[in-house]
């Protein structure tokens, strides 16, 4: 957390600045605390408790009457204080899956300890102002720059206010650094006013970016929460209902724009042999491979989901008829050739593939479609499995 230097001038009581910060801290302390015990084990939360726990051990060191020095209280408060901004460092990284690196993202904040104890000194304030805005700086110019890297991934809006807080942390203790030294060390009455609020505005700072990241928590729990109502649990594809909702989208914009659209059904051919013959653990890992052999030969924009069982979707987007049977006939050549491993076993499987394609004055709707799908899926079981089929034949006729 950044740094106040203390027994400098204030607009408040010195006293009472310390006892409002110290407030502060210690209720987010608690919240972010109580979301890693409370069941949101997320890393970067107990990281910023820690923090914050040591940022109140400095706050109680410099008000409590311990018998210290003067020198030894200053350092100690000023320590455990500066440590926020490795471990805010730190907590960047861990919220974005990366390692900690604990000692190599320590070493700077050594170092900062050693030139404040062995080079500012007691006597020497601007050293000590010097020393820890550098220190500060470097830090929140770290986390700036891993927020920055990560941009594309995130979706909601906490992400980019902990950018902000970060960089705001980052080009205040440049100014201060830079303050320091254009002063020379000769703070008069105005420079240490800027000091001091430069200082409380850090604080306020750390306050802020630290709601930032239980935000971005909380934004990927609701996002996983969101893809698991949407998800099918088994091969993580779309479920039929939410499959239907985005499929629903697509139908209509085809038809409003003459784009071309098909819709492929896909269902694994004697599948309940496999489930007697090897169980249902088996017959759920050869579902899981084929969803990820699905995934692998779409297009972007493809839309996938598990229609139930052993069956599944794809709706291909402007696709024409001659496109749409070669992507069918490509996946069915490719789940032929997937053999999926179960165990020791490698299995051989197969799937028929029917193939709707929309046509404005024959579908009015996407049920109508997908009915068309579902008798070309029958057609091609009909003709011996293992095949794709685009045109309807028709019935054979009853024998009387």
């Known amino acids: 957390m950044p740094i106040v230097p203390l027994h400098t001038p204030s607009i408040l009581d010195f006293k009472a600045t310390l006892i409002s910060n110290a407030g502060y801290s210690l209720v987010l302390t608690t919240v972010l605390l109580l979301s890693w015990f409370s069941g949101r084990r997320e890393r970067a939360l107990l990281t910023l408790g820690i923090a914050g726990v040591l940022g109140n051990l400095g706050f109680l060191i410099n008000a409590l009457p311990l018998g210290l020095s003067s020198w030894l209280q200053l350092q100690a408060t000023n320590y455990l204080l500066l440590v926020f901004c490795p471990l805010a460092l730190v907590c960047a990284r861990q919220l974005h899956g990366k390692p900690s690196r604990w000692q190599a993202v320590f070493a700077p904040w050594l170092l900062g300890v050693l030139a404040y104890a062995f080079w500012a000194g007691p006597d020497r304030f601007a050293d000590r102002v010097l020393v820890v805005s550098l220190v500060s700086a470097l830090y929140w110019g770290g986390t700036t720059l891993e927020f920055w890297r990560q941009r594309e991934r995130y979706q909601g809006i906490g992400h980019w206010i902990a950018v902000l807080c970060a960089a705001l942390q980052c080009l205040l203790s440049w100014l201060r650094l830079w303050h320091g030294w254009h002063v020379g060390g000769r703070y008069g009455p105005d420079g240490l006013m800027f000091n001091a609020l430069a200082s409380q505005g850090l604080f306020w700072l750390g306050y802020s970016f630290s709601l930032c990241v239980l935000m971005i928590s909380y934004e990927q729990l609701l996002l996983q929460v969101r893809e698991q109502a949407q998800q099918d649990g088994l091969t993580r594809l779309f479920n039929h209902r939410t499959f239907h909702e985005q499929a629903a989208g697509l139908f209509q914009r085809a038809r409003e724009r003459g784009e071309g659209l098909a819709l492929l059904l896909i269902d694994l051919d004697h599948f309940k042999n496999i489930n007697d013959r090897y169980g249902h653990q088996a017959g759920d890992e050869v579902l899981r491979q084929l969803a990820d052999c699905l995934r692998a030969e779409s297009r972007h924009g493809d839309l996938l989901g598990r229609h139930g069982g052993e069956e ?15 992507a069918a006939d490509r996946l069915r050549q490719a789940i032929a050739e997937l053999h999926p491993r179960t165990g020791e076993l490698r299995l051989a499987i197969s799937a028929s593939i029917g193939v709707a394609c929309l046509r ?41």
Do not use: C, W
Not at 364 to 392: H, M, P, T
């Open 312 to 326: 599944f979707v794809v709706m291909l987007p402007r696709t024409s008829r001659v496109e749409a049977y070669n």
């Open 360 to 400: 404005e004055r024959e579908h009015e709707n996407l049920a109508s479609l997908f009915l068309e799908a579902d008798l070309l899926l029958y057609q091609a079981k009909r003709k011996g499995r293992n095949r794709v089929e685009i045109e309807r034949e028709p019935e054979p006729a009853l024998l009387a």
